[in-house]
């Protein structure tokens, strides 16, 4: 399958940082990814969905100048937390849609645990 | 838009027996319904997918069903093993570019 990849896997900040969060489609060209963000025991929440070139289309409730996201090139969308509260620690996790045939599928990235002391 | 309904959010078997989980979905032009699974700390796996030209398909133990008419699919998981234990959501879609809209998860626990 196709691999994504995410760094950091973990991040510890203090309340007032801005941490950066890298997604990356290693073997394969991603023109859409997307970003959500997972609480304990529960489902995936959609975040925004980032176009290579273009900017980020963010879900309602979801604050934009907070949750930065750039998609620089093809196989690179990041997320900055800015300024960075308790209630901001989470699960993050982007996916990478790739064409396959006709179709297209999204693969997950290992996921970024956000820790806000 | 889009929303998915997914049950029983809770689901313990025994090892060997099968497990069904059950999805619903809203929006008559979805057309890809994929599987995952999701262990404690990772990311959620492809584990399974079909599209809607498919009513069914199956690798190994593990199945999907689809009913376009009633817009349910099924995740049927035979002979299970405690290694299944994990979450499982489903989600549907109807453009590979437009974000995937999830169920709530099954946490699915087998009894050794």
């Known amino acids: 399958g196709a691999v994504v990849s995410q760094h950091p896997s973990r991040v510890i900040c203090k309340s007032g940082t801005s941490v950066k969060i890298e997604c990356r489609s290693l073997d394969f060209q991603a023109t859409t990814m997307f970003w959500y963000r997972q609480f304990p025991k529960k489902s995936l929440m959609l975040m925004a969905t980032s176009n290579e070139g273009s900017k980020a289309t963010y879900e309602q409730g979801v604050e934009k100048d907070k949750f930065l996201i750039n998609h620089a090139s093809l196989t690179l969308s990041t997320l900055t937390v800015t300024s960075a509260h308790p209630e901001d620690s989470s699960f993050y996790i982007c996916?990478?849609?790739?064409?396959?045939?006709?179709?297209?599928?999204?693969?997950f990235g290992p996921g970024t645990r956000l820790t806000v002391l | 838009g889009e929303n998915v309904e997914q049950h029983p959010s809770t689901l313990s078997v025994q090892e060997g027996d099968s497990a069904v989980i059950k999805c619903t979905y809203s929006?008559?032009?979805?057309?890809?319904f994929p599987w995952y699974k999701q262990e404690l700390g990772k990311r959620p796996q492809l584990i399974i997918d079909i599209r809607s030209n498919v009513g069914e398909k199956k690798d190994q133990r593990i199945a999907v069903t689809l009913n376009k008419t009633a817009k349910h699919f099924s995740l049927h998981i035979t002979e299970t093993q405690p290694e299944d234990s994990a979450v499982y959501f489903c989600a549907a879609i109807n453009s590979g570019n437009t974000p995937l809209v999830f169920g709530k998860g099954t946490r699915l626990s087998v009894i050794a």
């Open positions: 996916s990478a849609s790739r064409r396959e045939g006709s179709t297209d599928t999204q693969y």
């Open positions: 929006d008559s032009a979805s057309n890809y």
